[in-house]
T-cell receptor, first 112, second 114 residues
Framework: SQTIHQWPATLVQPVGSPLSLECTVEGTSNPNLYWYRQAAGRGLQLLFYSVGIGQISSEVPQNLSASRPQDRQFILSSKKLLLSDSGFYLC???????????FGPGTRLLVL | GQQLNQSPQSMFIQEGEDVSMNCTSSSIFNTWLWYKQDPGEGPVLLIALYKAGELTSNGRLTAQFGITRKDSFLNISASIPSDVGIYFCAGYQSGGTSYGKLTFGQGTILTVHP
């Protein structure tokens, strides 16, 4: 069966520091991968999605970037965090039925 | 961008009551999905609907894909305390620039009083 992992689970970072969040998927190959941000427990905002290694599409201009160095690995990064980057970050994957997405456990980021 | 109108925004019910929530859109969708999110966790897929008019059940949950393809509803029968959480609808349109992307509703916060 397929599983999706995210780490860390929680992160507290100072403003201006770099960020790296990691997402990995097991049990499937060539998944579509997605990064979402959720503020205040409501509304999922799509940040990035990837249909293959090295292929990244950005949905909104922002302080963040994404990379996909391996088939089942998706990384969310920032060079300098802003206070407004705080939130709950969710990674998701989809497979054969591309529209059905499965979410990871999330990373809660607090920027101070 | 497109939006899904999900209602109600929140519900406070007594244990044992039935719950109904829905999502509507001005656009046609090919797939409707319903997720539940517990506090501090990622959304979990409850039901997926792929065909207009489809009615699907998962235990006490029943969801329907509207015949116009512009709406969907979710019913929960005989609610229990563990039904507490946020319920999201999501729609998918195939083709074009929406490839692989879902449109989400804003969620319904469900509180169940024992």
């Amino acid at each position: 069966s397929q599983t999706i992992h995210q780490w860390p689970a929680t992160l507290v970072q100072p403003v201006g520091s770099p960020l790296s969040l990691e997402c990995t998927v097991e049990g499937t190959s060539n998944p579509n991968l997605y990064w979402y941000r959720q503020a205040a427990g409501r509304g999922l905002q799509l940040l990035f999605y990837s249909v293959g290694i090295g292929q990244i599409s950005s949905e909104v201009p922002q302080n963040l970037s994404a990379s996909r160095p391996q088939d089942r690995q998706f990384i969310l990064s920032s060079k300098k965090l802003l206070l407004s980057d705080s939130g709950f970050y969710l990674c998701a994957w989809s497979g054969g039925y591309q529209e059905t997405q499965y979410f990871g456990p999330g990373t809660r980021l607090l920027v101070l | 961008g497109q939006q899904l109108n999900q209602s109600p925004q929140s519900m406070f019910i007594q244990e044992g009551e039935d719950v109904s929530m829905n999502c509507t859109s001005s656009s046609i969708f090919n797939t409707w999905l319903w997720y539940k999110q517990d506090p501090g966790e990622g959304p979990v897929l409850l039901i997926a609907l792929y065909k207009a008019g489809e009615l699907t059940s998962n235990g006490r949950l029943t969801a329907q894909f509207g015949i116009t393809r512009k709406d969907s509803f979710l019913n929960i029968s005989a609610s229990i305390p563990s039904d507490v959480g946020i319920y999201f609808c999501a729609g998918y349109q195939s083709g074009g620039t929406s490839y692989g992307k879902l449109t989400f509703g804003q969620g319904t916060i469900l509180t169940v009083h024992p």
